[in-house]
C-alpha cells in the first residue's frame, strides 16, 4: 500500500486520526522505510523521492502535534517491527528530533 504524499500531509495536517489512522500510517511509514532500505543503492532517484515522503510525513506530524505526536507514531512503527532509528535518521531536526 503506498499513499499518495499529499493525501498522506493532508490527513495528518487534519487533527482528525483516530488510533486507527495512527496505525495505517504507522504502517506506511514501516513500508516507506523497507523501501528505502532496498533503494539505497540500487536506485539512487528513486530513494531520494522515498526518503523525502518520510522526511515529509515527520514535518506534517510536527506541524499537527510536534514532537510528542512524531513520537506517538515512531513508537507505533517500533511495535510494528520497525526500526525507529531509521526513522530518527529521516526526521532528524524536525521540530527538534535528533539522530
Known amino acids: 500500500m503506498r499513499w499518495p504524499l499529499l493525501a ?3 490527513w495528518a495536517c487534519s487533527g482528525n486520526s ?5 496505525s495505517l500510517l504507522a504502517r506506511q ?4 522505510l523497507e523501501l528505502a ?3 539505497c543503492e540500487s536506485v539512487p532517484k528513486a530513494h ?6 518520510i522526511r515529509a510525513i515527520g514535518e506534517a506530524l510536527a506541524l499537527q502535534g510536534g514532537a510528542a505526536r512524531m513520537q506517538a ?3 507505533l512503527v517500533g511495535a510494528l517491527g520497525g526500526d525507529v532509528r531509521d526513522l530518527e535518521f529521516y526526521w532528524d531536526g524536525i521540530c ?3 539522530y
Open 8 to 10: 498522506i500531509i493532508s
Open 29 to 32: 511509514l514501516l513500508f516507506l
Open 96 to 98: 527538534g528530533w535528533l
Open 48 to 53: 531520494a523521492l522515498t526518503c523525502n515522503q
Open 37 to 39: 532500505d532496498a533503494q
Open 18 to 22: 483516530t488510533s486507527s489512522d495512527d
Open 73 to 75: 507514531i515512531a513508537a
